[in-house]
Nanobody, 124 residues
Framework: QVQLVESGGGLVQAGGSLRLSCAAS????????VGWFRQAPGKEREFVAA??????????YYADSVKGRFTISRDNAKNTVYLQMNSLKPEDTAVYYC???????????????WGQGTQVTVSS
């Protein structure tokens, strides 16, 4: 069982930055794929970024809409995954969720464990 808690959301002006954190419990978390997803009002949950491990290699995936602006990273010693968000736009406004799975990618259905979400609001 893995429990996830997001933090770091808030209100920021367009062009600003935020760093989201996803703190996890569970001894096996370090080997899990972790993804960030977001859901705006009236819209489906969408993929933002993910990181997974294959042996010694770390994979990182990004949605086209955030590529070059967002960076996903993980600190396994702290059981935490981060999402650094720069050059934020009003269209980035959403509830952001982290999710974990033994093997996941960009698909919502691939993830078994979800956090409660953190609100990110970008004003114009």
């Amino acid at each position: 069982q893995v429990q996830l808690v997001e933090s770091g959301g808030g209100l920021v002006q367009a062009g600003g930055s935020l760093r989201l954190s996803c703190a996890a419990s569970g001894r096996t978390f370090s080997s899990y794929a972790v993804g960030w997803f977001r859901q705006a009002p009236g819209k489906e949950r969408e993929f933002v970024a993910a990181t997974s491990l294959s042996g010694a290699y770390t994979y990182r995936y990004y949605a086209d809409s955030v590529k070059g602006r967002f960076t996903i990273s993980r600190d396994n010693a702290k059981n935490t995954v981060y999402l650094q968000m720069n050059s934020l736009k009003p269209e980035d406004t959403a509830v952001y969720y982290c999710a974990a799975s033994p093997k996941g990618d960009y698909r919502v259905a691939e993830y078994d464990y979800w956090g409660q979400g953190t609100q990110v609001t970008v004003s114009s």
